[in-house]
């Protein structure tokens, strides 16, 4: 099944495949031409959910996950096995595209197949179909030294009816609901810090409006991230808490019925869970591997089981703040180089000051040339203090790591 589900999310992504392709020949501006190459890049292993896409850049993914119950979580929390005989299994394939609108801003589409299977006292019941479309857009407040922020919300609307029964009425034993139905809203915030190039804390939170019959929710992961080149490690949990609004919350007798079969899924009463998981994301160029194991192992009003998911996700990275850099170094009305570097590596001298024009608070970027025209950006600064034939400069930001702050290096000013 899950085969066949793939296959029909990669139909469906073939147009996605052309629009982004056309995308892609849009003009470059004057400054942005020679950024054209960079869009050859490896696919990042990881990305916090606190950093929108660069400018221009575009992410394709396909995924799969499976869902397998093994007991139930009553509305109090409560856990009670299934009964003998009973089983409930659920397999999502999605499929979807995020691109960088601006700097900041990143819009997203997604859809979504599923297929259900239940097994009861009563008989056994399937339903497949797809089940969602979503859009949804992230803005980034950009990054302030190790912290970094954002914004974002969804709207994901169900392509399908749900038959509601009377609650002294009991749904055909052969029936099962593909979902909720109906559309969810979602608004929130992001946040990522960074303890070290391999190292990452990362949280969102969502406040979700769902469907009417069902109370509004928090949603929110939080995880550790340790990213390598070709590798990443990823420890974290999922969770839902409910703002415990369910309609029928006084009088949960009369509450209508819905062919849920085994699960507890669907039509619950002020649902909550935590699914703590384990992933492993593998880079392979311009495609990267995604893998997942989860389990929920705690909740009101849902069911206990483990989830498996696999995602093949396709990228190409924009326009970045260091291409611009790059782009636009011509534009430079200072050069000279490094004579002192300090011993941590972060003030260094170079051979400019008060008679070239350089100004305390000038930024000054720092690149490794050579005779063949090669410029590699460095490390960036400002100007903290200066003389008429030299100035000292404090470095804010080091983007290359494997090429120390050396004497001779050239410095340029803006």
Known sequence: MLHKILIIGITLLSPLVSLLGHASEITLDDDDFALAPK??????????????????????????????????????????????????????????????????????????????????????????????????????????????????????????????????????????????????????????????????????????????????????????????????????????????????????????????????????????????YLGINLSFNRVRIDLKASSVMAGASTDEGVIYALALVWGQTGITAKDKKLAKFKEYHVEGSVTKVSPRGKFLKIDQGISTDVEKGMKIDIFKTDFFGGNILVASGEVFELGSDWAIVKITEQYRTDVPLAVGLTARGY
């Open 39 to 276: 869009f050859e890049k490896r696919v990042e292993t990881y990305r916090p959910h606190a950093y929108a896409l660069d400018k221009r850049a575009k992410e394709i993914y396909l995924k799969g996950d499976y869902f397998s119950k093994t007991s139930t979580f009553d509305k109090d929390g409560n856990s009670t096995p299934l009964n003998e005989g009973e089983s409930y299994q659920e397999i999502n394939g999605i499929f979807g595209l995020n691109y960088g609108v601006g700097e900041k801003l990143q819009m997203g589409l997604e859809g979504r197949f599923r297929n259900n299977q239940s097994e009861t006292t009563l008989g056994s019941s399937s339903s497949s179909g797809f089940e969602s479309l979503m859009v949804q857009a992230r803005y980034s407040f950009g990054r302030e030294g190790s912290w970094a922020f954002a914004m974002g919300g969804w709207y994901r609307q169900a392509l399908y009816s749900v038959q509601e029964y009377a609650y002294n009425e009991a749904p055909p034993a052969n029936e099962l609901v593909l979902g909720e139905g109906g559309a969810d809203i979602a608004v929130g915030g992001l946040m990522a810090y960074r303890f070290s190039t391999h190292h990452y804390l990362s949280t969102e939170v969502y406040y979700v409006r769902r469907p009417s019959h069902i109370s509004p929710e928090i949603q929110y992961n939080v995880h550790m991230a340790w990213p390598y080149t070709k590798i990443a490690f990823i420890l974290g949990a999922d969770g839902i808490y409910s703002m415990e609004q369910d309609p029928y919350n006084d009088n949960l007798s009369r509450r209508p019925l819905r062919a849920t079969g085994a699960t507890a899924r669907y039509n619950s009463v002020n649902r909550s869970e935590v699914a703590p």
